[in-house]
Nanobody, 124 residues
Framework: QVQLVESGGGLVQAGGSLRLSCAAS????????MGWFRQTPGKEREFVAG????????YYADSVKGRFTISRDNAKNTVYLQMNSLKPEDTAVYYC?????????????????WGQGTQVTVSS
């Protein structure tokens, strides 16, 4: 089992940047495929970005492609989400997720472990 703790959320103006971090503990981090999702009130949690075990394969939602970058540092047991050119519609609670399975990166059911989330608010 792995425990995930997100950090780095906050309030930023439109056009600004934030970097989210997700620190993992409990098992060998490099065994896990990682993802970022986000959720706003009344809506389903949606896929944002995913990364394979080595960091060599990256996946993005169309809505963030070209603005967000997912990366990982297996030596630090951490996955990151660099968010640039932020828009008000990026406002959400952002969640980190992990799985050891060879599952679909883009769906909730593809992950087994979740962090508690971190709030990102983008003002216009």
């Amino acid at each position: 089992q792995v425990q995930l703790v997100e950090s780095g959320g906050g309030l930023v103006q439109a056009g600004g940047s934030l970097r989210l971090s997700c620190a993992a503990s409990g098992r060998t981090f490099s065994n896990y495929r990682m993802g970022w999702f986000r959720q706003t009130p009344g809506k389903e949690r949606e896929f944002v970005a995913g990364i394979n075990r080595s960091g060599g394969s990256l996946y993005y939602a169309d809505s963030v492609k070209g603005r967000f970058t997912i990366s990982r540092d297996n030596a630090k047991n951490t996955v990151y989400l660099q968010m640039n050119s932020l828009k008000p519609e990026d406002t959400a609670v952002y969640y980190c997720a992990a799985t050891e399975r060879l599952s679909n990166f883009r769906v909730l059911s593809g992950y087994d472990y979740w962090g508690q989330g971190t709030q990102v608010t983008v003002s216009s």
